[in-house]
């Protein structure tokens, strides 16, 4: 089975430092650096350590940040084949600083560059593909792949009847909201926070919002809790699912960990409820250890800690 995600490829560098917030004149030796692939680049890489054959579809800067992304891409079987690297374009960056007590912040610089399109027709990128991956990055203006394309596949996938699925995030909230509606209907699955959706919706609760996210024509509403787990809502169901208990180490990438996961557990033939409990672990390893991109799960790591608590799965 064969996923493909669009755009979202960044680089991260993540800093470990002893508190938060900065203050003027009170200087911090960071505990080490790393530079990491991050974005959607975390879902991907989860996705193809469950067993999933993996492609993505985007563009990074020809530089030294672009050229890492696509190595520990390359590293983890992910194929590259429809990404391009833009003559003369920086790759966008998110700093992110975390201090002992699993507190962050994010300080982006957005990659600059001329947008590029598709390189090649729809057909023959969707050849093989079982799911679509799409977040609101890749559909902001300042993406260095085509919002516009990154609609389209989105689009024609779901048009093709290949699951799709959509994570609302952050930058939905920066984007036309007519772009955003047009990316949900064409959704399959759309993901997303109890926040986001609450904002994004304007709705007082959470059975208005998610009856208007499934009112525009998407079929599941997975709401990512954190520590508390995932509800995921259907026009059938509601199901309420557990988080598992871990210590805190760094929240970032979390999110994107869990999707991938739970697109495995879909195209795996898992009930909504397992591959919302197998998401759930997987995002649960990932804040345990700071760093995103090669450090998100592997699959033994998850099954592990299902195992642990008693899990079992049908599939």
């Known amino acids: 089975m064969k996923i493909l995600t669009i755009g979202d490829l960044c680089a991260d560098l993540v800093v470990p430092i002893r ?3 900065l203050r003027p004149g009170k200087h911090q030796l960071a505990n080490g650096c790393m530079f990491v692939a991050g974005g959607t680049s975390n879902t991907i890489i989860v996705a193809a350590r469950l067993g999933l054959k993996t492609s993505a579809i985007g563009a990074v800067g020809d530089d030294w940040l672009g050229k890492m992304v696509l190595q520990q891409l ?8 429809y990404v391009q690297s833009v003559t003369g374009a920086s790759t966008t960056v998110s700093i992110e600083l975390v201090d002992t007590n699993a507190q962050h912040v994010f300080v982006g610089a957005l990659g600059k560059g001329t947008a590029v399109g598709l390189s090649t027709d729809q057909d023959t990128i ?6 679509v991956f799409c977040t609101s990055y890749a559909l902001a203006s300042h993406s260095l792949f085509s919002c516009s394309g990154s609609l389209d596949i989105l689009k024609y ?7 799709t699925f959509f994570d609302l995030g952050p930058a939905a909230f920066s984007i036309d909201k007519d772009i955003v509606e047009q990316a949900i209907k064409a959704s399959t699955v759309v993901l997303t926070t ?3 959706i609450i904002a ?24 990512k809790c ?10 059938e169901e509601e199901i309420i699912l557990d988080g598992f208990e871990v210590t805190v180490r760094d929240t970032a990438g979390a999110g994107d960990a869990f999707a991938g996961a739970f697109i495995y557990g879909y195209l795996s033939k898992y009930s909504l409820a397992e591959s919302g409990t197998i998401a759930n672990a997987t995002g ?10 090669p450090y998100v799960p592997q699959r033994a790591e998850i099954f592990d800690l299902l195992e642990s608590n008693g899990v079992t799965l049908g599939g």
């Open 19 to 21: 508190e938060l917030p």
């Open 74 to 81: 390359r590293d983890e079987n992910v194929s590259v084949k």
């Open 126 to 131: 969707l050849a093989g593909v079982k799911a």
């Open 157 to 163: 996938a779901h048009k093709c009847a290949v699951p």
């Open 194 to 196: 109890m926040e986001e």
């Open 200 to 223: 994004w919706t304007g709705s007082s609760d959470k059975t208005q919002a998610t009856d208007e996210i499934l009112g525009i024509g998407t079929e599941i509403v997975v709401i």
């Open 226 to 235: 954190g520590s508390e787990g995932c509800i995921i809502v259907s026009s």
């Open 284 to 293: 649960a390893i990932t804040v345990t250890r700071v760093g995103t991109g």
